[in-house]
T-cell receptor, first 110, second 112 residues
Framework: NAGVTQTPKFQVLKTGQSMTLQCAQD?????MYWYRQDPGMGLRLIYY???????DKGEVPNGYNVSRLNKREFSLRLESAAPSQTSVYFC?????????FGPGTRLTVT | QQPVQSPQAVILREGEDAVINCSSS?????VHWYRQKHGEAPVFLMI?????EQKGHDKISASFNEKKQQSSLYLTASQLSYSGTYFC?????????????FGPGTRLSVLP
């Protein structure tokens, strides 16, 4: 039982490049989330998915797209990376209220 | 509508007590508490639903004052393992996720 897994763990991009962050959970949770964490800002919700086939914007969705591929997987795509997107990205899942977080992806955009 | 947390940081000696507060300007449905150790993912501690019930496990407990839209996290007889950043998260309704917002965090350091 791996819980929530994220790939990659680290990534460096140049401005304008694109990439997809992968997230998968094996707890049969309906809800999944993507957050970004910047120093002193806490965690900010980018997108969430209440169930397979549905996605909704969170607090800071601009510059990102998501795909809920199936119940297990929820990916986050940066189409044209910008330095302002340098951050640590966390994926989380929940059955009801308690969220389980993945280990995070540290992304640097130069 | 990010909740406000206080204090921003606190330093304790092992065995001392601490209180971390979380307040919102909006009517809240629930308050969540998470702890994040440096370089790790946040870990869920507890949730308090509308109703003001106090919860806790071990020496960490929390309360929720609906009238004031405030929650407090109580850490008693702190241990070195309590060090980390504590985040409250608030939601405005029962449709989870749509209105969920984390506070900026309170950094707790427990010294021997």
């Amino acid at each position: 039982n791996a819980g929530v897994t994220q790939t990659p763990k680290f990534q460096v991009l140049k401005t304008g490049q694109s990439m997809t962050l992968q997230c998968a959970q094996d707890m049969n949770h309906n809800s999944m989330y993507w957050y970004r964490q910047d120093p002193g800002m806490g965690l900010r919700l980018i997108y969430y998915s209440a169930s397979e086939g549905t996605t909704d914007k969170g607090e800071v969705p601009n510059g990102y797209n998501v795909s809920r591929l199936n119940k297990r997987e929820f990916s986050l795509r940066l189409e044209s990376a910008a330095p302002s997107q340098t951050s640590v990205y966390f994926c989380a899942s929940s059955a009801y209220h308690e969220q389980y977080f993945g280990p995070g992806t540290r992304l640097t955009v130069t | 509508q990010q909740p406000v947390q206080s204090p921003q940081a606190v330093i304790l000696r092992e065995g001392e007590d601490a209180v971390i507060n979380c307040s919102s300007s909006k009517a809240l449905y629930s308050v969540h508490w998470y702890r994040q150790k440096h370089g790790e993912a946040p870990v869920f501690l507890m949730i308090l639903l509308k109703g003001g019930e106090q919860k806790g496990h071990d020496k960490i407990s929390a309360s929720f004052n609906e009238k004031k839209q405030q929650s407090s996290l109580y850490l008693t007889a702190s241990q070195l393992s309590y060090s980390g950043t504590y985040f409250c998260g608030t939601e405005l309704g029962s449709h989870y996720g749509q209105n969920f917002v984390f506070g900026p965090g309170t950094r707790l350091s427990v010294l021997p």
